[in-house]
């Protein structure tokens, strides 16, 4: 798996946690 792969699932689960929407 790429960095930049991970760098998106990442910011993907950062932003379902800020948004409480998971």
Known sequence: I???V???LV???DECI???QC
């Open 2 to 4: 790429g960095v930049r």
């Open 6 to 8: 991970v760098d998106e």
């Open 11 to 13: 910011s993907e689960v």
């Open 18 to 20: 800020t948004d409480l």
